[in-house]
């Protein structure tokens, strides 16, 4: 507003200076007590004080209001209210498009104070809320909006909702009108809305605090008590319950019970009533309904109401009046400011006024004051309502003085419905037709924006107008349609994430879809939130719809007119006609109608062709968000579902799962997908992009080809706008997986042509679905159809089955504990990898042998309320992340931590831990070391339990681990117990190894088949979890869903992952098919090519897992010996540029592999063969396997083996355990290999016996004999590898025990032949080149950029799509890179056009990325490792994208880094031969490695440990600045860093430990 500061209160020279700020004199004399800036902070304060709940509406989640940036100040601070019961008030913050006002009830009717802080943009949508709130005591402060040019429109259009209005303009105004709104809410118990217009006030002088003594005795702190008091009951929202304030007039003599402090008129007091007769007359919203007594409001202050004699009546006008007036009076007796329902300022003998109901009366005020005598609008009055509603028009006569003939009328309306505005016609009630003074004209004006410096000139047009002799009524005056600013888009937009769906819509109908109510989109003065509801979407489709059914009449008649020039497009339309609706038909007859009719040039050609985009049949769509979810847009989702019109809906819901539990009862959004299910005729689906994108794809395309309604009910979760891609798609997953969110489809017409009209497309559902689907029978199918779901259909989400579970086990123990004798010993353990549960097993079993009653479980099985009630009990933890408790201990934990009602004080217990004392090298971080243990130890102690022996600690750095602290700790609870000293103790047995189970396997057999079979559990057993492995697969699960499913006692999200093995990564287009097929079919629709060059598939169910292999082998590829202690997959450059002689080396990659082969088969047994297959039956153990090359045992250890074509290492010869590299023979052709032994990567963190080394030379073999030499190689690590210590059986340590020459004279002896001396070879980089490259033969290859090796869908890119369209038709191969990248490769120059031109449509060709980004590459790691600890392939990309703002701005665009990143030291990804890799510590934390060589020849060494994102950052990006600045011509980063002595280099694996830039503190 424009500054309208006057000096001093001079009446005749400024008559309206009362418009300027009204400041208390204290304030004036000391600036610095001025602490309030806004209108929004004098409101929120006062609401705070005034409040049990304040309901804070936000433009998005994470996203401040105004108001709510104080609001949780001061709750976090814990700033007392005056009225809260506890203290603190609650804030709950809702998203302004989530129906806000929904939450006021609860609270409400509760007995608690609600208020209100919003802006105007809920008001209108909230309408049915208000007509209902209006009878309870809710506060609501408005600020009106857009912040730029507010529009009244949004406060006029609610004025007859029965609610109080109060507005504000100046910053001290809203202080005080607060505190008025909220003491006349209590007084009048009906609801108030205060608004006012902020940047109004934006200028004003700051204000002081409100003085808080002062604004209790304004809000009458008894009254508050009484209404707290009361319960108003009544749990329906959606049904009228008939409520409406009244009073009780005492009309007899009998002493009423006045309010303190308030001078209510004699035997005036206020209770409620439902009773008929008030509701007929008072209330707006129809018929009440039974049970809402109001004798539950009980202790009201209406003692008097029990006088026989007492009247109850509604609440009248005459009643807000004189409440307000009574507070107006007090507010003035303190403050010295005196406020009215009506304000007038300016001469007592004025003729002219005008009436703003607007922003800046100030700045009107001031013109009028500055005006000369000579001005058309001098000497002119100035009048505004202060108290809108009720509208007290005689109050208004009263107000204004008698002289004033003719009033202007300033609406700062923008949205007009009526013709006249709402003031004016209360105005023209007021002044003409009722009893009036002398005001003979009226004149409405639409008050525009005006900017200050012409607020002279709009007046003067008004006041020219309005003293003209006929006047003209709605003038415009200022600028309609606002000043140009960027409103706040957050307003009414959607949240970006959910651009997810529009873009698949946009991606399947492309110029087909259209959109009915896209926001943004230019309906002419309607406001988006209106835009957007179903209803406006609704109407706008149907006139749509008949605009194309006008059209068809239109061709028809053209068909046979004889108005074409040309005869061309009859035929076509004719045909057109008959498959109008048919969507591909009408779009390919189009194509034909179109061209014809523009040759034609007729008029009536034009005619069509203005309205071309009708010949295609449109996907027509209404797209909203999960308000519609509430009650408001409940009415317009119904209106399309009863019109049984050919529709599609797409609902976005956007609640996270983890905050769905928060939610408040009443608040339950209604349940769409199962609404429009009930009603029958609507084809329904329930989806989840993060899910399953494929599954989205289905839905859409059903919904469209649909006749009638669909509903598509699509999840979206996020917290805050810049939410993380991993952050939605964990809480989609937890959704689904939980069924929280089923993924399904429904279509009801599937019934007629025989097939089901349900498909569930996730795992589980929630118990409304499945009642739904049991009433008609649909359950019972879908069980038949898919067995595999019953058995996590059978238990619900948020069952309470985990803690019956544990009941049970436990009680299941005792029984069986019962009448034996000995003390009782419980065991329990928290643990991650097996090592503390393996020990409390031993402990429980030698306690057994002792005479004790042992029990032994994990933590998180026991049942917290008997631990008072044991006598003994030891726990043993290890340590998770950083210095957390193992993921089966923390509810234990959590139950415990706080506990304060415990008593164990006939409880002796002890700790054992495990723990490393350097897993954590910094100083400040010691304390993470054994933590769990030491915590426990505390707070057990602190229970009152006594310890029955000191706590133990095991460290991994001890001589002999944590056994060392162990066998001084067993024996303590030994002697405490008294039983030390027991005799005739039986041998234990040894502890079960990998050795032992690969020689009990039969040849990895085990139970494998058993397990597979076995439908209680997606698990198999441990032992045969070790031998599928040796099959190709892994059983892992979904480590995202842990704790969920935990907490719903449900076994983890078990899947397993299967490896192909594929010599070379050499794949047929038809192969390439074949694999995408089985990721749809059996996995979870992505495929990983993985760093050594095969084909990886996740998420394949324990039921999927035989048919996942089946298909694989109809492929012509094997899972057998991809993983396990076997020879693994063998690698081959995939070098583009040399045709023969790729495929040359190629061919010895698939011979070194076939040769290695292990020969059992279990593979074919378990895998393939089916009850027809006779030929592979093996009678019972009758036919024993036999195993030339590996024997029973197989291999210690892993055995890997690499190909590579000088100059490209992109195979990383040096990390395998034999690597070979080619040479080329003086003919150019292959001639044989060097061959390198002893490379690998996996190590331990802190073991320092475990380190990665490149391989060593051993020398050249002829190509006729690499197999032989490869395959003596492996056995003399078979014969001479550690096989009792796994961490120490790699080939690399058998080779460094033993020396480099006596191994080479090991395998020359077993080979007898000898190594020749090494060829000389030269690397050049170990990454791949992008882009197109030629070979000798003409044929073109094409090396994609994949993204660490991930083959997925996403919204921006459909690659997977892409790639198989691709390989339907290429004439040529697929080559997967050591690198996870894929070449197409082969392709002839005649078919060359084609696959770019595919290419660029799924914007596949795009390799424009930073050398960086390029020269990456990561591991799977999280959600499905189990190994990982930290996250990798989704972080890695993320921490590349923060890198690459300093790679731009320093010109290093181009440059080559090669930079790794691995979930765990296993090292999958090679990280130690990267220049720059980050090896996973714990979440979020990594080691970090510097200076490995650029070709992959050195290894890196340690730079820092256990750093977190920001450290990562504040090293690297110096440093590549000074790596920018500083380094030579050609200097590759590694070697960099190692000049400049940033790192030492690595010389061999054996000093890998040796100089590390940050030495460990050995400090405990
Ligand atoms: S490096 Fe570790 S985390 Fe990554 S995939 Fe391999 S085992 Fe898993």
């Known amino acids: ?870 006598e003994n009990i030891v726990i043993l933890t290890s340590v998770a992340g950083q210095g957390e408790f193992p993921q089966n201990a923390r509810a234990f934990w959590d139950a415990v931590k706080d506990n304060t009602e415990l008593d164990l004080a006939n409880v002796k217990f002890s700790l054992f831990g495990l723990g490393d004392s350097h897993y954590w090298p910094r100083k400040e971080d010691k304390h993470y070391y054994n933590k769990p243990a030491k915590d426990l130890d505390r707070i057990l102690t602190n229970l009152g339990g006594q310890r029955l022996a000191e706590i133990g600690l095991g460290d991994d750095q001890d001589p002999d681990g944590y056994q060392t602290g162990y066998q001084t700790w067993e024996p303590l609870i030994w002697q405490a117990l008294g039983v030390d000293k027991v005799e005739g103790l039986p041998e234990e047995p040894a502890p079960i190894t990998n050795e032992d189970i690969k020689i009990s396997s039969n040849f990895l057999r085990g139970t494998i088949v058993e397990g597979l079979n076995d439908q209680t559990t997606g698990a198999i057993s441990a032992p045969d979890q070790q031998l599928t492995k040796f099959h190709g697969t892994y059983m892992q699960d979904d480590r995202d869903l842990r704790d969920e499913r935990k907490a719903a006692g449900l076994e983890p999200a078990y899947s397993f992952m299967i490896r192909c093995r594929l010599a070379g990564g050499i794949a047929t287009p038809k192969q390439w098919l074949q694999m995408d097929d089985i990721s749809d079919a059996h996995g979870n629709q992505t495929m990983k090519l993985t760093t050594r060059q095969t084909f990886q598939f996740h998420g394949v169910v324990k039921s999927k897992l035989k048919p996942a292999m089946q298909d694989i082998n109809k492929a012509l590829m094997t899972t057998i010996a991809a993983c396990g202690d076997v020879n693994r997959n063998v690698m081959c450059s995939s070098l583009p540029t040399q045709a023969e002689y790729q495929k040359e080396v190629w061919h010895y990659s698939k011979v070194v592999s076939d040769h290695l082969l292990p020969s059992t088969t279990a593979y074919h047994e378990i895998w393939l063969k089916d009850e027809n297959d006779k030929k592979t039956q093996v009678a019972g153990d009758a036919v024993q396997d036999y195993e030339p090359l590996y024997g029973p045992t197989y291999l210690p250890r892993k055995f890997k083996i690499t190909i590579a074509i000088p100059p490209h290492n992109d195979t990383d010869v040096y990390a395998h355990d034999i690597g070979l590299i080619a040479i080329k023979g003086k003919d150019g052709k292959l001639a044989g290999f060097n061959l390198t032994a002893g490379g690998g990567m996996g190590v331990t963190h802190n073991n320092k016996k475990t380190y990665p080394r490149t391989g060593s030379m051993l020398g050249y073999v002829a190509k006729e004999d690499i197999h032989m030499a490869c395959e003596k190689v492996m056995l003399v690590q078979r014969d001479f590898g550690d096989r009792k210590n796994r961490k120490h059986a790699r080939l690399k340590y058998t080779m460094d025990v033993m020396g480099d020459d006596v191994f080479k004279g090991k395998v020359e002896g077993m080979w007898g032949k000898k190594f020749q001396k090494a060829k000389p070879f030269h690397f050049q980089s170990n990454i791949d080149t992008f882009g197109w490259q030629k070979d000798e033969l003409g044929l073109n290859h094409f090396t994609f950029f994949i993204e660490n090796g991930r083959i997925e869908d996403t919204v921006d890119f459909p690659m997977k799509t892409g790639l198989r369209e691709i390989a339907k038709v290429l004439d040529g191969e697929f080559r997967l890179t050591g690198n996870q990248h894929l070449i197409v490769s082969n392709v002839k120059d005649s078919q060359l056009p084609q696959i770019k031109e595919m290419m660029a449509k799924y914007k596949l060709d795009n390799i424009q990325f930073t050398g960086l980004r390029l020269s990456s590459s990561a591991c799977v790691a999280f959600p499905t490792c189990g190994l990982a600890m930290a996250e990798s392939e989704r972080y890695l990309p993320v921490l590349i994208s923060k890198l690459e703002g300093v790679i731009e701005e320093n010109g290093l665009r181009q440059e080559s880094i090669v930079m790794r990143m691995t979930g765990c030291p296993n090292g999958c990804a090679r990280p130690w031969l990267a220049e720059v890799a980050f090896v996973g510590k714990a979440f979020g934390t990594y080691n970090m490695y510097l200076g490995g060589g650029y070709h992959g020849q050195r290894l890196n060494k340690l730079y820092r440990s256990s750093i977190k994102e920001e450290d990562i950052l504040g090293i690297m990006k110096p440093l590549l600045k000074r790596y920018s600045l500083e380094k030579t011509d050609g200097e590759h980063f590694g070697d960099f860093c190692i000049r400049i002595g940033m790192i030492k280099e690595t010389t061999e694996g054996k000093t890998f430990h040796d100089d590390v830039a940050e030495e460990e503190s050995d400090e405990e």
């Not at 609650?90 to 609270?107: G, K, M």
């Not at 038949?784 to 089955?801: C, I, T, W």
């Open 1 to 870: 507003m424009a500054t309208f500061l006057f000096p001093s209160r001079q009446k005749d020279e400024h008559p309206h200076s009362q418009r300027t700020q009204h400041h208390h004199l204290d304030t004036m004399a000391d600036p610095a007590a001025l602490r309030i800036s806004t209108a929004e902070e004098a409101v929120a304060r006062i609401a705070y004080l005034a409040s049990d709940v304040i309901v804070s509406v936000q433009p998005a989640h994470g996203v401040d209001s105004q108001f709510s940036k104080h609001l949780s100040r001061y709750a976090t601070r814990g700033d007392k209210s005056l009225v809260a019961q506890t203290g603190v008030p609650e804030i709950q913050t809702i998203r302004q498009n989530a129906d806000p006002l929904l939450s006021v009830f609860t609270p409400i009717r509760n007995g608690k104070l609600t208020s209100v802080t919003t802006t105007s943009s809920i008001l209108v949508s909230s309408v049915p809320h208000l007509y209902r709130l209006a009878n309870f005591p809710v506060v609501i402060h408005v600020s009106i909006k857009p912040s730029s040019y507010p529009d009244y429109s949004s406060i006029t259009s609610i004025r007859n909702s029965g609610f109080t209005f109060l507005q504000s303009e100046t910053l001290q105004e809203a202080q005080d009108i607060a505190l008025t709104a909220h003491a006349l809410a209590i007084k009048s118990w009906k609801g108030v809305i205060h608004f006012f217009d902020p940047g109004s006030s934006a200028q004003d002088t700051h204000i002081q605090f409100e003085n808080g003594s002062l604004v209790g005795a304004i809000l009458d702190l008894e009254a508050v008590k009484a209404f707290q008091k009361g319960k108003i009951g009544g749990d329906s929202i959606y049904a009228d319950d008939g409520r409406v304030a009244s009073i009780t007039e005492n009309v007899s003599t009998a002493p009423a019970t006045p309010m303190e402090g308030v001078a209510l008129p004699a035997a005036l007091s206020i209770a409620e009533s439902t009773s008929q007769a008030i509701l007929s007359k008072a209330s707006s919203v129809g018929t009440s309904s039974p049970g809402n007594s109001s004798s539950e409001r009980n202790g009201s202050v209406s003692s008097a109401t029990t006088v026989e004699s007492a009247i109850e009546r509604a609440v009248a006008s005459q009643d807000i009046y004189k409440f307000v007036t009574e507070i107006w009076t007090k507010l003035e007796h303190a403050l010295g400011r005196k406020y009215t329902p009506f304000e007038y300022s300016g001469p007592s003998d004025a003729e002219n006024a005008v009436f703003i109901f607007g922003s800046d009366v100030g700045a009107f005020a001031q013109a009028i004051d500055a005006a000369k005598a000579t001005e058309v609008y001098a000497k002119a009055g100035v009048i505004t309502a202060r108290l809108y509603r009720p509208w007290l028009g005689l109050n208004l006569v009263e107000s204004i003085p008698k002289s004033i003939k003719k009033v202007a009328v300033l609406e700062q309306i923008r949205r007009k419905t009526t013709k006249w505005g709402p003031l004016l016609l209360d105005l023209l009630a007021t002044l003409k037709s009722g009893p009036g003074n002398g005001v003979e004209t009226i004149v409405g004006h639409q008050l525009g924006y005006i900017a200050p410096e012409t607020v002279p000139q709009a007046l003067r047009g008004v006041f020219q107008n309005l003293t003209s002799e006929k006047p003209i009524q709605n003038l415009e005056v200022g600028n309609a349609d606002g000043p140009t600013v960027t409103e706040d888009k957050a307003d009414q937009s959607q949240p970006k994430v959910e651009g997810a769906y529009m873009k698949i819509l946009d991606q399947i109908f492309g110029s087909r879809l259209y959109l009915a109510n896209a926001l943004g989109a230019k309906n002419a003065g309607i406001l988006d939130s209106v835009a957007t509801n179903p209803e406006f979407g609704f109407g706008s489709l149907l006139a749509r719809k008949e605009h194309r059914q006008r059209f068809l009449s239109e061709v028809e008649k053209a068909s046979t007119s004889t108005e074409f020039i040309t005869e061309a497009a009859k035929p076509w339309l004719k045909e057109w006609i008959s498959s109008a609706n048919d969507d591909k038909k009408a779009s390919e007859i189009a194509d034909e109608i179109i061209p014809r009719l523009q040759m034609d040039g007729s008029a009536l050609s034009q005619a069509l062709l203005a309205k071309s985009g009708l010949f295609r049949k449109e996907s027509q769509w209404l797209v909203g968000s999960d308000a519609w979810a509430y009650d408001l847009g409940n009415s317009g989702v119904h209106h399309v579902l009863a019109s049984g019109e050919n529709v599609n809906m797409l609902v976005i819901d956007s609640t996270p799962y983890s905050e769905k539990a928060a939610g408040n009862a009443a608040r339950r959004k209604k349940d769409i997908g199962l609404y429009a299910m009930n009603y029958g005729n609507a084809y329904v689906a329930s989806v989840a992009v993060y899910s399953s994108y494929t599954q989205v794809l289905q839905a859409m395309i059903e919904a469209d080809q649909f006749n009638g309604p669909s509903v598509i009910v699509a999840y979206l979760p996020y917290f805050k706008e810049d939410d993380s891609p991993l952050t939605v798609l964990q809480e989609t997953k937890k959704a689904v997986y939980m069924g929280y969110w089923p993924l399904y489809r429904w279509d009801p017409k599937n019934e007629e042509k025989g097939a089901p009209n349900f498909s569930l497309d996730s795992e589980r559902i929630k118990n409304e679905l499945k009642a739904f689907l049991a009433r008609d029978n649909h359950l019972t199918q879908l069980m038949k159809r898919n067995p595999q779901f019953s058995s996590s259909l059978a238990q619900d989400y948020g069952s309470e089955v985990r803690a019956l579970q544990k009941r049970k086990a436990k009680d299941a123990y005792n029984q069986l504990l019962e009448g034996l004798a000995g003390a009782p010993l419980t065991i329990l353990f928290g643990s991650d990898n097996g090592n503390a549960e393996s020990l409390a097993k031993r402990l429980g079993n030698r306690g057994k042998a002792r005479g004790l009653k042992t029990m032994v479980m994990a933590m998180e099985d026991f049942p917290i309320e008997d631990l008072p009630s044991e």
